[in-house]
């Protein structure tokens, strides 16, 4: 006498026959009066604890059933629509299946991607967290101050100063670059040897001449009484000689003027474009990373509106924006966006004018 096999939604998924045995799904079902029974049900359990792991799909397979590939590495789910489904996330440095939808850690560049068209070229990154700007009241040993009394502002030899510093934190959470610091002195000090904390920035990146035992002297971790731009281009009216060819009343012009473009350009280091997509789509392409300034900062903008309509993509030239080479397409109109090269790579951040 045969019986009748349902699913959990009562469909009836198979027939087995009295004295015979049944495949689905890659387990065998049995029916009445089978001789030898036991084996099959021991492999069938083994079979359902390991996945069905091998190097091919279980044919006959059910809505919602697992398989674990053990060419690709990879969990996948059965869906009656559209077959398998890699359910983890795969990681290494390099995608283990290029299935539509699959995800895949890239250990490389630290970066979560989604596969868009199950191709090996279909790899999307998710973006990054943003690089985040904030300031912070940080307290630094003076080692040197100003022989002026007006530049040094009471301050002496082992005073303990608050600056605040003008911080972005990359998406990591812990990579840190100070772009601007307000001192109350003209001051310098010791090298902290604190990797990676906002005083080491600081002492890293940025220098200022100040006036010492009546010499003037330039030393890193040095600075001036008032605003201090990376690098010091600008501090109450105190000037740098230049920075990447452009003088520091060059640099004032440029914070407050943008060029506009509507054809694909180069731009070049600190420079600030308005990018007209009105007629179609427009690349901008990154200067050379060779050479170029730790801190150098680029800023696009949506001058028509069209970027919804029309994208604007950045090439990274040979460089990485956030860990990729590809290409960056800015599609969100009356978008605003910064690019900072760290010394490594081009990061973007937005709210923060930057310039040099």
Request: some cysteine; aromatic content about 6%.
């Amino acid at each position: 006498m045969s019986y009748t096999v349902n699913n959990t939604r009562t469909t009836v998924v198979s027939t087995v026959n009295n004295g015979t045995t049944a495949a689905i799904g890659g387990v065998t079902l049995i029916g009445k009066n089978f001789t030898g029974y036991g084996e099959i049900i021991a492999e069938n359990f083994v079979r359902l604890l390991e996945n069905h792991a091998n190097t091919t799909a279980p044919t006959a397979p059910l809505e919602g059933q697992l398989f674990w590939d053990t060419t690709n590495q990879s969990l996948q789910v059965y869906n009656s629509s559209t077959n398998w489904h890699a359910l983890n996330v795969q990681v290494g440095a390099s995608s283990h299946t290029n299935t539509k939808g699959a995800l895949w850690y890239n250990t490389t560049t630290n970066q979560l991607n989604v596969n868009s068209d199950g191709t090996v070229s279909g790899w999307k990154q998710f973006s990054r967290a943003s690089e985040k700007a904030e300031m912070k009241v940080t307290t630094l040993t003076a080692s040197q101050v100003d022989d002026n009394a007006a530049n040094k502002n009471g301050y002496s030899v082992a005073s303990s100063i608050e600056v605040v510093a003008q911080v972005l934190t990359a998406g990591d959470g812990t990579t840190k670059d100070v772009i601007q610091v307000w001192s109350p002195s003209h001051f310098s000090f010791a090298n902290p040897n604190n990797a990676g904390s906002v005083e080491q920035a600081i002492y890293d990146g940025f220098t200022a001449n100040i006036t010492v035992s009546s010499s003037t002297t330039s030393t890193q971790g040095t600075l001036i009484h008032g605003v201090n731009v990376k690098d010091n281009l600008l501090s109450e009216g105190v000037n740098a000689d230049t920075l990447n060819g452009q003088t520091a009343s060059q640099i004032t012009a440029s914070g407050t003027t943008f060029t506009v473009v509507a054809t694909d350009t180069t731009a070049s280091s600190g420079a600030q474009v308005g990018v007209n997509t009105t007629s179609g789509q427009v690349t901008i392409t990154l200067p050379s990373t060779s050479g170029l300034s730790t801190g150098s900062v680029i800023t696009l903008v949506d001058s028509h509106h069209q970027w919804g309509s029309n994208a604007c993509i950045i090439n990274p030239n040979s460089a990485t924006i956030n860990g990729s080479g590809s290409n960056l397409t800015l599609n969100q109109g009356g978008q605003q966006l910064s690019l900072m090269y760290n010394g490594t790579e081009w990061r973007t951040f937005n709210k923060l004018a930057v310039y040099g």
